[in-house]
């Protein structure tokens, strides 16, 4: 096991708070505190503008414009970020071609543009992006899901990527692309890849809609809906198409976000489609890399009357720490968010309303997401990255906008969240249109902060400046047998009264990616009982009597459980 | 002399005076925005139809805003007026004036009704329940307001409740029938919320009572599908779900064409079809607001407020200009005031133009008659004679004029 303890550059603040509050033994006791996100974007140096390459047509790829990817790159133990960006579409003209660009985390939320460096500047048409180390050599690999092909860039591990798409075989034809995701799906020791896709453009067929009169986004459901695509990991740099084979094939639909996580606890990974006005799917693996969709039957497809709405973003985690991970999923205007409950035997319940998970969310169009423990209080709060649609809202709609505030929920520890967004600092009165969101810890300090990808503009990015006294662990997981990444293993935290879950995933969110370590707020527990890792594949690895405030990197095999 | 400079000043400064000036201008505003935007075809952004229904609908809110003002009690015009904000898609707008109306209906059903039901689709679930709870107080008949409420609490997420104000009304008086109910609902409604409560048994009772009324509710269904599910019996989940499956595909099915017939109309005529709906909201509004105007300007009339009657039937006027009853009731006032003549004789004039009747010929017969233009009263008379033969009133008059008797 090695141990990475990094000091928080709060500490004297923490631990002036910690003397000012009372503490009481409940871990729950530090949890009222609100969480505060402070705007440092300015700060940040970074300069990348988004461009959805429009001309006045409203082509639908357009509108659904990106998502971001948060990882270490170049493996110096802080988070750097990827913003995918928008290439020219028909008619449209530009002097250069816009790129999509890596930022290096130099640390104190200050970050330098290495794209250039990096060879990360592809000119595609960003929509999806994900991360994992595919090739197991140690360093983590980048797919982007285009509008147009995609590309699988593979890192060479000096802070340089070069194309390998050709090679892999992943370029997927000429699809408008979506989320994508890493995942083991046969427990094999490599990481295979899903491929969502929206829908079947082209310009020929393209035809905006018309509101009031004025030319506006037509929605999914006037395109056909292709089928995603599953390629299998063949151990030599290559992948195999297996859509048909492996089930995934047989179901066209408007895929956005996805995940991959094993919701049944069965010991494999289970992949969910957030698809846009219409059902999702959730394909149950049945441990071979087969799958079957369960959706309907699981009661995620739809809210929880049975009513089909336009699924944007999800992600999972186990908000009511039950041992059970559970989902939620961003929509449209006048749709709340869903928190789907996993009530167990692979069934979930729709408890939005009496969550109060979708409080605040009626009004707004919302993609991504994630669960997120901000003020480290033991249990999972959640981020909603929110902005209209229609770049023209305003000309036909007097009561909504474009740009718009996101928000945030606060888990109140009783699995009901509430929502906080006034209270949450100046970071959460930006408003503009956002779409992906990413959560990581940029300062190494110890809490979540937060990247959001902005449509037409530049990025925010939001420091956490949460008070409290909070104690955290993060888990950076080491796979030897498993992937190298530890995609897909699970991790339960047990502290006294305080027992929690959570699963290392590539690709998640609003067809991002984000959260390669895992974070687990302690409350006032400074010291783990115990840790438990669960590989794919049956290893578990088992550490015991660990200390708070710390990252630790646990390597596969090297803390057997006895 | 002094009592019309007085009236004169009142016009001035009188607050239904400033309504009327405001209504003017913004009137004014409209006619410079109709030629500004004639004017302006070089605008790209802005097509012949987003301009067409941008002038409409800004008459249409000044109307809205001016008839709600001088009539807050009128339910009809609450009505309209809630409609049109409700196509602009301003919720909160349509629900004032609908609330604004209740104060002075406060048992209206409707009102509580249409303001529940906007609440409800803009996401004002507790401000629904308590207006659906209103109407269901007003008119306790209207039981299916049970199911709207119960409705709501689920969207709320609570199903204790939702559950409770169903079972009132199921268990009410056992064997009693309530006709007003809309039975299927309720019982799916609180199969629905049993399934939420986690009381699966229940659930399924009330699923399988709203199937056996309705075999053809697909949501029925779907929950009993994944009521099944959680009482461990998938073969039945199953059985359901594919029921659900099939349905739904049927009704996609129908859907697709209905929406192949109608697809390329719609993308293609977005701008008509929101000025034909814009259109019959300011036929609605305006009569109506019209005949409030008309009721009130005879009313004032009948007062001797004469001042305030011209001002309400240049109202009137304003937002129908169609309509030639305003026109002739308006030359009479200034008939029966011996004032503003030539003005009349224009009023009568226009009425005759837009509805060439007995009554409005006959109004401006005696106007000419007034306006010492005898030749011309007794042409028009005849006309009115004419269209209405065995009308004595108009041979009396006619008489009257030719045998030169004072006017």
Same mark, same amino acid.
């Given at each position: 096991?090695?141990? @990475? ?29 609100? &969480? ?5 974007t300015?700060?940040?140096? &970074?300069?990348?503008?988004?461009t #959805? ?22 493996n ?8 995918l ?20 985390? #130099?640390?104190?939320f ?15 048409f ?34 340089t ?40 453009f082209?310009?020929?067929k ?8 004025y ?15 599953l =390629?299998?990991n ?25 995940i ?11 992949i ?8 999702? =799917? ?13 959706g ?23 908000y ?10 961003t929509? =449209? ?16 319940? #729709? ?70 967004t ?57 796979g ?9 293993? @699970? ?30 707020g ?23 009597d ?17 | ?14 607050? %239904? ?10 009137? %004014?505003?409209i ?28 008459? %249409? ?56 039901? !906007? ?14 709870r ?31 104000q ?40 009330y699923?399988?009572?709203? %199937? ?33 499956t ?27 079809a ?8 300011? !036929?609605?509004?305006s ?52 004032r ?10 226009k ?57």
């Amino acid at each position: 096991m090695m141990i @990475r303890a990094f000091f928080n550059k709060s500490l004297l603040r923490f631990g002036i708070i910690a003397g000012l509050i009372c503490i009481s033994s409940s871990p729950m006791a530090l949890a009222k505190e609100s &969480i505060t996100f402070t705007d440092v974007t300015k700060e940040t140096g &970074i300069t990348f503008k988004h461009t #959805d390459g429009s001309s006045g047509e409203f082509y639908i790829v357009e509108a659904v414009a990106a998502g971001l990817a948060l990882f270490d790159y170049d493996n110096d133990g802080d988070i750097d970020i990827y913003f995918l960006n928008g290439s020219p579409l028909k008619g449209t003209k530009s002097k250069t071609a816009p790129k999509n660009a890596l930022y290096r985390n #130099d640390g104190n939320f200050k970050f330098t543009d290495v794209t250039e460096q990096s060879g990360l500047g592809d000119t595609g048409f960003g929509l999806g992006v994900t991360v994992g180390d595919y090739d197991n050599d140690g360093d983590v690999d980048v797919y982007l899901n285009n509008h147009g092909p995609n590309v699988l860039y593979s890192n060479n591990g000096d802070g340089t990527f070069t194309d390998v798409t050709k090679k892999a075989g992943v370029g997927d034809g000429d699809h408008v692309g979506a989320g994508t995701c890493f995942l083991d799906i046969d427990n094999d020791g490599d990481l295979d890849l899903y491929v969502a896709r929206y829908v079947v453009f082209s310009y020929d067929k393209h035809k905006a809609i018309k509101i009031r009169d004025y030319l506006a986004y037509q929605g999914p459901n006037f395109y056909a809906l292709p089928p995603d695509g599953l =390629y299998r990991n063949n151990g030599d740099g290559s992948f195999t198409d297996i859509s048909e084979s492996s089930g995934i094939g047989e179901y066209n639909g408007s895929g956005m976000g996805i995940i991959c996580a094993d919701y049944d606890n069965d010991g494999d990974t289970d992949i969910f489609v957030a698809n846009d006005n219409m059902e999702n =799917y959730l394909f149950q693996n049945d441990g071979s890399g087969k799958f079957e969709e369960v959706g309907l039957m699981a009661g995620v497809a739809y809210n929880f009357n049975g009513k089909q709405f336009a699924s944007m973003g999800v992600d999972c985690g186990d908000y009511d720490n039950d041992g059970l991970l559970d989902f939620y999923v961003t929509s =449209y205007v006048k749709q709340s968010t869903s928190l789907y409950k996993n009530i167990d035997d692979g069934l979930f319940e #729709d408890v939005t309303s009496s969550a109060g998970a979708g409080d605040g969310t009626f009004a707004s169009m919302t993609w991504g997401t994630g669960f997120a423990d901000f003020d480290n209080d033991g249990d999972k709060d959640i981020f909603i990255a929110t902005g209209h649609l229609q770049t023209n809202v305003e000309k036909f709609s007097e009561h909504m906008v474009y740009n718009t505030r996101n928000e945030v929920l606060m888990n109140t520890g009783d699995g009901k969240f509430v929502n906080i967004t006034e209270k949450a600092g100046g970071g959460l009165k930006v408003e503009l249109s956002s779409r992906g969101a990413g959560f990581d810890d940029l300062d190494n300090d110890g809490d979540i902060d937060v990247v959001i990808l902005n449509t037409k503009s530049g990025p925010t990015i939001l420091r956490n400046d949460t008070n409290n006294s909070n104690h955290w662990v993060q888990i950076h997981l080491k796979g030897t047998k498993s992937n190298r990444d530890g995609v897909g293993a @699970r991790v339960k935290v047990v502290t006294k009264d305080l027992s929690q879950i959570d699963e290392v995933h590539s690709g998640r969110g609003y067809q991002g990616h984000h959260g390669s370590r895992l974070y687990f707020g302690l409350g006032e527990h400074k010291k783990i009982d115990r840790i438990e890792i669960r590989w794919l594949g049956g290893g578990v690895d088992v550490l015991k009597d660990v200390k708070a405030d710390q990252l630790i990197t646990i390597t596969e095999g090297e803390n057997p459980e006895k | 002399m002094n009592t019309h400079s007085n009236h004169l000043q009142q016009f001035s400064q009188g607050p %239904l005076e400033k309504r009327l000036c405001r209504f003017i201008i913004a009137f %004014l505003a409209i006619a410079a925005f109709c030629i500004s935007t004639s004017l302006a075809a070089t605008e790209p952004e802005i097509t012949p139809g987003q301009q067409a229904n941008s002038i409409i609908e800004k008459q %249409l809110s000044v109307i809205a805003e001016e008839v709600l003002q001088d009539f807050p009690q009128d339910i009809q015009l609450a009505k309209f007026a809630a409609e049109f904000y409700n196509q602009c898609e301003r919720p909160d707008a349509a629900v004032a004036a609908l609330e604004q109306a209740l104060k002075y209906n406060p048992e209206s059903y409707e009102l509580c009704n249409r303001i529940a039901k !906007t609440s409800f689709a803009n996401g004002s679930y507790d401000k629904a329940i308590t207006y659906w709870r209103k109407a269901l107080a007003i008119s306790p008949e209207k039981l299916d307001l049970n199911n709207n409420i119960a409705e709501t609490y689920m969207a709320l997420g609570k199903y204790a409740e939702a559950v409770t104000q169903l079972e009132k009304i199921i268990k009410k008086e056992k064997g009693e029938v309530f006709p007003a109910l809309d039975y299927s609902k309720s019982y799916f409604l609180l199969g629905q919320g049993y399934l939420q409560l986690r009381q699966y048994e229940k659930a399924k009772e009330y699923l399988e009572k709203a %199937l056996v009324i309705t075999p053809e509710h697909r949501m029925g269904h779907y929950q009993l599908s994944k009521t099944y599910m959680r009482l461990k019996n998938p073969e039945k989940a199953k059985e359901h779900m594919e029921l659900y499956t099939k349905q739904k595909a049927e009704t996609a099915e129908r859907k697709e064409a209905w929406a192949k017939k109608r697809k390329t109309a719609v993308i293609n005529n977005t701008a008509d079809a929101d000025r034909k709906v814009f259109s019959r909201t300011l !036929t609605r509004l305006s009569a109506r607001g019209s005949r409030l105007y008309l009721v009130s300007g005879k009313s004032q009339s009948s007062q001797e407020l004469f001042n305030k009657a011209e001002t309400t039937f240049q109202k009137a006027i304003a937002i129908d200009a169609g309509q030639s009853v305003l026109y002739r009731q308006f030359a009479l006032l200034y008939v029966m005031t011996n004032r503003k003549l030539d003005r009349a004789q224009g009023l009568a004039k226009k009425a005759v133009e837009l509805e060439p009747s007995a009554q409005n010929y006959l109004m401006l017969g005696r106007i000419y008659y007034q306006n010492s233009d005898r030749a011309n009263a007794l042409i028009t008379i005849e006309k009115a004679i004419a269209l209405e033969p065995g009308n004595p009133l108009y041979r009396r008059t006619y008489n009257k004029i030719k045998k030169g008797a004072d006017k």
